[in-house]
Every structure is written in structure tokens, then in C-alpha cells.
């Protein structure tokens, strides 16, 4: 096999990216083992691919292929910050990539309730922006010059949810249609839609502060402390009406029987009032009362000592500090991707707070760094939403590598947002692109993000020695913006727009010359060694990237 792509594996990611390379009419071996680059033909092979999900092993397998080929295309996924920053430093041909890094930023938008994606594509950055049809036309009259993108029909439609990729400028829409466009930064400022974010959390009042510290206390002890102190209380109130009563020559107030009961039970006798005056069975009572005293005192204290000292600090401090915040978002599973999506909202201006099964998690001390609160329990339980203040949140991100738990936890999120009669966007991760979409019309989520999605175009890409800008999600759909220089004699040598697939857009050509033609005319023709730029569902803009290689070599951007 000569060209062929070798893949290391077996999770969700590693499989998808197998699968879709097969489906671009690539050679793929799939391999599990370091040691079986050689029998898997890297001598030959076009590209490797380490895709599983963990570090060690990929690292070891890119090096080992690194030093057996100096020009094999290495793709290397890497979690570890360290070691991606070590490895991308004179890696060679390929490209170290992070799924967090990629798909991240889709739901800190989704959680933002942003509808614009920015996307640098060489020296330009462009912009995804989504929106309403304010009115009914063709998208050419609603909006210009704009690329349209995508089109998710409304409710006024015949045929509500249908999405139509990349339409022509004439397709007819209604008030209503969800409509994506793209252009540059400065082209969405002035004809695009307007898309808003939700502004950061503020902190909550003195009084509203003082009142949760109270309820915090009264939530974080043990309830057993609660009977002592009743005790300790009932047998001060029972010792100071004994006294005021009984106690003779001379006799006692209110007061100075409430004073001299609590030197009693505290064991401090200064000295101004004693029982050995009094009558025999007084006395008696004295000695019960110090025993007693002492008794209660030293529950009270053990349970005081348990709040302070014991594991349960570890367990309530993240619940106090959330109930210091007020419209902040909630983040369930603090993994690689769990904890970079808590930073960038929390970069963004916006109070984090993090649910956790697990408390010896490894990223435990970013969020620490982060001062982003993490409580440990179940979010499948609405006790543990309850405690992450859900009812005072304003977006959910489900995180965890656990596709049923996070669909548990999305829906139990839900039903406490229709308790509260308030719609809170819910960000759902889920590994299966078939089981998302079912999720998503079943349950009517309308973010729910698949991780593999968003960063397989990337490693697809690198492996074909294609340059992928972007993705980003519409609806249930995965888009995708990239780059390719348009070799000689290849498929797209020659090729006018109107030509081109209908799934895909070429939204800027680059000339040889240096020129540019952003959003190009449907008689605008492609011509070797120009650059073009394109946007459309990352399977057909794959497929047309690949017709623009030259036919020799794959001809990558730089």
C-alpha cells in the first residue's frame, strides 16, 4: 500500500476519523500498538494518525513514527498542555491537535447564547452569524452580498426544521427561517445579524450573603448537631429556672441564675457564687450539672471541629462559594474539555461553577487556580443541581464522557427550568452523532454538541495535508471552513462557482497576483496557484478540498 493513512485508536474519535477517510476513498490501517507502525507499512504511509484518548500512548506512537520517517504526516492528538506546546515545536509535517481547543469554543457559544462563530482564515478572520429572518424574500434581498451558509426552515415553513446547506442567493425564505450567513468582521458590522451574550454575574447583596452563610452552616453540619445543641440549651434554660427558684441566702435574679448556670456547666466558677451554701440535694445537683455540662460542651465541639476539619470541608467549600453567585453557568464533568469550556467562561466575564463525581480529580487544581467552585456528587441527582444553585443559573454545559449521563443530566436540567417557568439553555455533549440527533428531536435540546463532529474535520484534514480553519455547528450539522491552493490540472483548475458542488462555498479567492475577490459570482473561475477559501458540511467541503490537490501530491496551504 503506497499513500496509505495509518490510525491509532478505538474510542469515538479515533473511529470516526477511520470511517470518514475510508469514505474519501483513502487506504486506512488501523493499528493499537506503537510496535506495529513498521508491519503497517509506514515506510509507505502517507500520514499517521494518533487519535486515541490516551496522551501516553499517542505520544509514544507520533515519536516512535517521527523517528522511523522525517517526512510522514504525524497527527497527534494531545490533551496535556505541556507536551502539546513540546511536541508542536519542529514536529514536522502533520499537526499536534486537542479536541478541548477545537470544540470548546462551540459551546462556550452555545452557553453564551452567542449566535457568531470567528473563524481565521489566513490574514482575514471571518464571521459566522446567525439569526431570524426578520422578513420573507429571497436571501439575496434580506441579505445582499452575504454568503448564506445554512437555512433551518421555521415554523411558518411547510417544512419546519428542514436545513438547506449552503442555497443560493435566490432560495425564498420566510419571517422566521434560521438563517447562517458568513463574511468578514467588518460586513457582518454593517448588513449582518446582531448577535447578543448574555452579560456576566454579578454578586449578590450583604444581606442576601449574610442570610446564605446562615443557611450554609445550617446545611453543612452534621444534623446530629443540631440535638446537642438542644440539649446543652435545654439543660442551661432547665439549671437557670432551677436556680432563680431554689437557690437560697441570698437569693437569685433571673439574670444571675442564667450567669451562674453557664459558669457551672462551662466548668469556670470564678469564685462569686458557689453551691456550698445551699441544701444537700442542690449540691448534688451541682455535681450533675458540671458532668452534664461538660458532656454536651465537648459534642458541641466535636461537631464544630467535623465542619472545620474533617472531609466534609472539602465537600462544602465549593457550596458556599456558590452561593455567592448569581446568574453564573454550570459546567458538568471537569475533564480536558469540562475544565478549558469553565475557563473560557470564565476569561469571557462570567461566573463558573463545576459539578464533579469524582473528588480526586487530576484538573482539581485548575479549577483551584481558576477560582471556579467545584461541588462533588451525582448531576443526575437534583440534590446536586440544587446545591450547584440551578435555579440561579443561566446556561448548563453536560460534559462528562458519559453520553447517558449526560442525557440524564440534561433532562433532569430541564425539568428544573420548566419548574421555574424560565427557558436555560442546556449544552449537551454527546459522542454519537446518530443518538445526539435522535436526543435533539426527541427531547427538543437545541444544542446538542457532538465533540467528534467538531474535531474530526481537523484531523481529517491535517492527515489529507488539507488546511481546516474551522467548524462550527447548525442545528445538528457540522460545518466546516478551509483552505486549499488550487493545484494544476486538478479538479478545481479551471472550475467556475456555478460549477462547483451546491453543499459547498467559496467565500474568498486569492489570486497568484495577490488579489482578492471576497463572496466570488457564479461566473468567477478558479485558476492554479490561486488560494480559495470555502465554507459548507465538512464531508462535501473534505471531498472538494481533496479535487483542488495537485494530482502528483497533496497540496497544503501555507
Known amino acids: 500500500m503506497v499513500g496509505h493513512i495509518i490510525v491509532s485508536g478505538a474510542d469515538a474519535l479515533a473511529v470516526r476519523i477511520a470511517a470518514e477517510l475510508r469514505s474519501a476513498g483513502a487506504t486506512v490501517t488501523v493499528i493499537d500498538r506503537a510496535d506495529q507502525l513498521s508491519s503497517a507499512g509506514l515506510a509507505t504511509a502517507a500520514s499517521v494518525v494518533c487519535a486515541g484518548a490516551d496522551d501516553a500512548a499517542n505520544l509514544e506512537m507520533a515519536l516512535l513514527a517521527r523517528r522511523l520517517s522525517a517526512t510522514v504526516r504525524v497527527v497527534t492528538r494531545l490533551a496535556n498542555g505541556v507536551l502539546r506546546e513540546a511536541m508542536a515545536a519542529g514536529h514536522g509535517p502533520g499537526a499536534v491537535l486537542d479536541v478541548a481547543d477545537l470544540a470548546a469554543p462551540s459551546v462556550v457559544e452555545a452557553c453564551l447564547q452567542r449566535t457568531t462563530h470567528s473563524i481565521a482564515a489566513g490574514d482575514l478572520r471571518f464571521v459566522v452569524s446567525g439569526a431570524d429572518t426578520p422578513r420573507s424574500g429571497t436571501l439575496r434581498d434580506v441579505y445582499g452580498d452575504l454568503a448564506p451558509v445554512a437555512v433551518v426552515r421555521g415554523a411558518q415553513s411547510p417544512t419546519p426544521g428542514e436545513m438547506v446547506a449552503c442555497p443560493g442567493r435566490d432560495l425564498h425564505v420566510d419571517e422566521g427561517d434560521w438563517v447562517a450567513v458568513i463574511g468578514t468582521e467588518d460586513e457582518l458590522a454593517a448588513d449582518g445579524p446582531v448577535a447578543g451574550a448574555r452579560a456576566a454575574g454579578s454578586h449578590r447583596s450583604p444581606l442576601t450573603r449574610i442570610g446564605n452563610a446562615a443557611r450554609a452552616f445550617h446545611e453543612d453540619v452534621n444534623p446530629n448537631f443540631y440535638r446537642a445543641l438542644s440539649a446543652s440549651l435545654g439543660l442551661l434554660l432547665s439549671s437557670t429556672i432551677l436556680l432563680w427558684l431554689t437557690y437560697d441566702k441570698p437569693g437569685m435574679s433571673f439574670v444571675d441564675a442564667l450567669y451562674f448556670s453557664t459558669e457551672t456547666i462551662a466548668t469556670v466558677g470564678y469564685g462569686d457564687f458557689s453551691f456550698s451554701g445551699q441544701a444537700t440535694w442542690l449540691r448534688l445537683f451541682s455535681i450533675v450539672l458540671m458532668f452534664a455540662g461538660i ?264
Do not use: C
Not at 481 to 504: F, K, N, Y
Open 295 to 558: 458532656t454536651t460542651t465537648a459534642v458541641l465541639v466535636a461537631f464544630i471541629a467535623d465542619v472545620l476539619l474533617s472531609r466534609r470541608l472539602a465537600y462544602s467549600a465549593g457550596r458556599r462559594k456558590v452561593r455567592e453567585l448569581q446568574d453564573h453557568m454550570i459546567v458538568v464533568g471537569l475533564g480536558s474539555f469540562g475544565v478549558r469550556v469553565a475557563s473560557d467562561l470564565k476569561a469571557a466575564g462570567h461566573d463558573v461553577a463545576v459539578i464533579e463525581l469524582n473528588d480526586e480529580n487530576r484538573y482539581l487544581s485548575a479549577a483551584i487556580e481558576l477560582g471556579i467552585p467545584v461541588i462533588f456528587g451525582d448531576a443526575t441527582l437534583r440534590s446536586t443541581l440544587e446545591a450547584a444553585r440551578i435555579d440561579d443559573a443561566v446556561a448548563v454545559a453536560v460534559l462528562t464522557d458519559d453520553d447517558m449521563v449526560n442525557i440524564e443530566t440534561a433532562i433532569v436540567s430541564r425539568e428544573r427550568s420548566k419548574d421555574r417557568h424560565v427557558e436555560v439553555p442546556v449544552v449537551l455533549r454527546v459522542f454519537d452523532r446518530a443518538l445526539g440527533s435522535a436526543v435533539a428531536h426527541r427531547f427538543r435540546f437545541e444544542n446538542v454538541l457532538s465533540t467528534v463532529d467538531l474535531a474530526a474535520p481537523w484531523f481529517i484534514g491535517a492527515a489529507l495535508g488539507l488546511t481546516v480553519f474551522g467548524t462550527f455547528s447548525v442545528g445538528q450539522a457540522s460545518f466546516m471552513v478551509g483552505g486549499v491552493r488550487v493545484g494544476a490540472r486538478s479538479e478545481l483548475d479551471g472550475i467556475r462557482m456555478a460549477e462547483l458542488s451546491t453543499q459547498t462555498r467559496v467565500i474568498e479567492i486569492v489570486g497568484r497576483d495577490g488579489t482578492r475577490e471576497l463572496h466570488p459570482r457564479r461566473d468567477s473561475q478558479l485558476h492554479a496557484g490561486d488560494i480559495a477559501y470555502l465554507v459548507g458540511p465538512y464531508r462535501e467541503l473534505l471531498d472538494t478540498l481533496r479535487k483542488g490537490q495537485g494530482s502528483s501530491a497533496a497540496t497544503a496551504m501555507n
